[in-house]
């Protein structure tokens, strides 16, 4: 963990030149297709690279050798999005890149092994969102109603406002995970293919969408009796699934040209939002009692607020930011999944005391038929210098996990900052992580930590 600190405090020492005032970019890399520039391109990049000291659960090993911790560096994100106006009324979207490239696993398309290909090199990129779409009635200031219409792969995936987020702005290190609760199973991360509709209605914004899921064919267990089921991830022909989100925001509006739901504004707007969402697939996960096939519905919902405000003296240039979001989960009988960012572990089979239920690395159980309640909270600490060289904004969240399949529930924190050097475009973030540890769905045997240092740029 001192490494992490060490190189942490050089990059921020190396960053005085960075300026935190207003920004400079404007709309990034903006092609105008015509004169008057009502035609255009528009490319957006960025990278998000990680650098981390964590606690393995036990029963680890990486490199074929047993330990309980490690430290790594990793890209956590490398993306493109590229979205052009081609008429007044139609624009297409696409979106590529790569995600979670380690030193042993490559992420979006990584291998194992030595060699050129070997230990996560050369991970290939793949699609995130690629859409058209035509907006059938235009947003003007005279008319409350608006409406756009969109098929292909994309992110309006309802449910919360976590879950349709930009990764470009969040206000902690990164996403929970949970709120993309079919990531990299029915879904392509966090994206579905399908049909979508998005709009607004004076001060209430909206957004549907009708899916066809990607099939899962995950093999339930046998059990013998119902209470004892467990439901996995099976839709076989898949049936369509439904999403929605509703916000009613009650001071000044956002935007809704793209689906990605800023984290924190900084100051630049005063936001406060209350929204609802749901996600429902029919007969999306099975499981199996004495030999007979039962068929469960996924049936999400969530209720969350939002608010972004500047506060006290205009010159202090101080803001406040918090998100607090409530899930309810229902994907069939004692569902529960594990999950671990970028995870360097293994199973150590020479291990012989009591392993993590939610296996090798930094998994934990992440997702799981059940209740959610998450809440984050940040605030823009004063400066009163016209172009300060770093901005700093503290933060801390408190994330509660009540499960079907495990009978102790959980309460896991973050805390940490992020060192603004030129708003959200270049910034470093700096995170302590607890993540609770089952050795049986009756026990709970304590917490672990990840400390983590992201530097990130985009354009």
Avoid: C
């Avoid at 990764?167 to 392509?188: G, K």
């Avoid at 399908?194 to 093999?219: D, Q």
């Amino acid at each position: 963990m001192k490494k992490i600190f060490f190189i942490a405090a050089v990059l921020l020492l190396s960053q005085k030149g960075f300026s935190q005032g207003s920004t400079d970019y404007g709309a990034g890399l903006k092609f105008n297709l015509n004169e008057d520039g009502s035609k255009f391109m528009r490319v957006i990049a960025w990278n998000q690279i990680w650098m981390r000291s964590a606690q393995m659960n036990p029963g680890t090993m990486i490199g074929g050798e047993a330990t309980s911790t490690a430290t790594d560096i990793g890209n956590r994100r490398l993306r493109f999005l590229a979205y052009a106006q081609v008429s007044k009324r139609y624009m297409i979207v696409t979106h590529f890149g790569i995600n979670n490239q380690t030193f042993t696993n490559g992420g979006a398309a990584g291998t194992s092994g030595t060699g050129g290909y070997g230990a996560g090199k050369k991970p290939g990129l793949f699609f995130h969102d690629a859409w058209n779409e035509y907006a059938v009635v235009l947003p003007q200031k005279e008319k409350k109603f608006s409406m756009s219409l969109g098929a292909g792969l994309h992110y309006y995936m309802g449910l919360s406002r976590l879950t349709m987020a930009s990764t470009l702005n969040f206000l902690t290190i990164d996403a929970p995970i949970f709120n993309w609760p079919l990531i990299e199973n029915s879904d392509q991360f966090a994206r579905q293919v399908g049909l979508f509709a998005k709009g607004k209605y004076g001060k209430l914004e909206y957004r549907l969408s009708y899916n066809k899921p990607y099939a899962t064919n995950l093999v339930p267990t046998n059990v013998t009796t119902a209470e004892n089921a467990v439901a996995v991830d099976n839709s076989g022909m898949t049936k369509w699934s439904k999403a929605g989100y509703f916000e009613y925001q009650f001071l000044e509006q956002e935007a809704n040209v793209l689906p990605f739901k800023v984290g924190s504004y900084l100051g630049t707007k005063k936001v406060f939002n209350i929204g609802a969402g749901f996600y429902t697939a029919p007969d999306a996960t099975r499981s199996s009692v004495s030999g007979t096939i039962n068929k469960h519905d996924i049936k999400l919902f969530s209720a969350d607020v939002f608010l972004d405000l500047p506060i006290g003296k205009k010159e202090n240039k101080m803001a406040l930011t918090g998100y607090s979001v409530l899930y309810d989960y229902d994907f069939g009988p004692n569902y529960l999944r594990n999950v671990g960012i970028m995870n360097i572990g293994s199973v150590d089979p020479n291990f012989t005391g009591s392993r993590a239920i939610a296996g090798a690395g930094n998994a934990q159980p992440t997702i799981g038929s059940g209740n959610i309640w998450y809440t984050q909270a940040g605030i823009l600490l004063p400066n009163k210098e016209a172009k300060p060289k770093v901005r700093i904004q503290p933060f801390g969240a408190v994330t509660y996990k009540n499960f079907d399949a495990l009978e102790q529930s959980s309460t896991q924190f973050d805390v940490g900052s992020n060192f603004f050097l030129d708003g959200h475009h270049a910034k470093i973030t700096a995170q302590y992580s607890t993540r609770p540890v089952y050795t049986a769905p009756t026990t709970r045997s304590g917490s672990l930590g990840d400390f983590i240092v992201q530097i990130q740029i985009y354009l």
